[in-house]
């Protein structure tokens, strides 16, 4: 059975962590509604910049969302390092394909 008075203090631990999830999906969510429009066309030459927008926000939103979490700042900082790690690996491997 779920115990809700745990339930009910937890919750102020994980509220930033719900408000920046929020206001990231929101705003990669507006910048897909107004400038991607409703017929998304990958091939499109003119969609670039939003896409490059959407792509730039999603990975400071995952930042954000990473920062929010709470977890030791060890583990953060393990967390952060791994999606640098990552990022590294698809840049190279981006680049090298080239």
């Known amino acids: 059975m779920i115990d809700f008075d745990k339930v009910y203090q937890a919750i102020p631990d994980y509220l930033p962590l719900i408000i920046v999830t929020a206001v990231v999906l929101i705003t990669l969510r ?5 400038w991607l429009g409703k017929k998304f066309d990958a091939f499109s030459d003119r969609k670039i910049i939003p896409q490059v927008l959407m792509l ?4 400071v939103g995952a930042v954000f969302i990473i920062l929010a979490l709470p977890i030791s700042d060890t583990l953060r900082g393990n967390i952060l390092s791994l999606l640098g790690l990552v990022m590294s690996a698809v ?7 080239l």
């Not at 507006?30 to 107004?34: C, D, E, F, R």
């Not at 730039?56 to 990975?59: A, C, L, N, R, T």
């Open 56 to 59: 730039v926000f999603g990975i």
């Open 30 to 34: 507006l910048i897909q509604w107004l």
């Open 91 to 97: 840049n190279c491997r981006t680049v090298w394909r």
